[in-house]
């Protein structure tokens, strides 16, 4: 039976530019597959990028929380299932559902999303769009809420300076969601990232970052749990929340 349109399935192989050093996905993977499978999935709602541009709008990501069972390795596909819930308050929720080749769920995520304004660079309280979301009843949250604020931890922190480079950047001409994961996977260092996967993140974007902007990076760190935020001078532009575990 044919999948209904508003939710979709994308598979994906396990590919060299998925994994890290350790032959596993790197979080920002998954970040990059999830914005694939909802972009076909808007497509296919007639709220696709396409579309959006007609109108000068852009979907942009406020805040993502993935939960990792265990990471896939070389060899496997990947199957990522993704559905929306209805807009609130200028806000479109939406899930994700990851599953092994044997239909087994490995992760889930919940993630809220928002259209920006191209010319304003300003989130759009209302939108035509709305309309095109379903109501979903049957689809119910793979998720009990939605993604929470990052408050940062309390240790102090390891400061650095970060400028966006080339490669950071996407075609709204920001720094991509997938990005920051791997600001955050670089600060905490390749010994951490050898012997540590990350279990669970949240990422809340508050402020888009540009190209020129000079952001410094904060790392705190107290047992397996850690914040990562980017500031420009006072303002908060984004902040990470996450748990390690041991690799297995």
Known sequence: ?????????????????????CSTWKPSSFLEAMQETASENCDLLGCGRDDLLRLNNAWVALRIELFMDRYPVHGENVSFLTYPKR????????????????GETIGKASSIWALLDLETRKAI??????????????????LPKLPPLVTPLSAEPVIAERVPVYTDLDANTHV????????????LGIEEMQHSVISHFVIDYAKEITPGQQIRTELRREGNAFTFAGYEGDTLHFSIFGELQPRR
């Open 125 to 142: 309280p209302s939108s035509p769009v709305n309309d095109l979301i379903p109501e979903t009843p049957e689809l119910p949250p793979c």
């Open 1 to 21: 039976m044919q999948e209904p349109v508003h939710s979709h399935t994308k598979v994906f192989p396990t590919k060299t530019s998925n994994m890290d050093l």
């Open 176 to 187: 991509n969601n997938a990005r920051y994961m791997d600001w955050c996977c670089n600060a």
């Open 87 to 102: 807009p609130r308050h200028g806000m479109y929720p939406r899930y994700f559902v990851i599953s092994d080749e044997k």
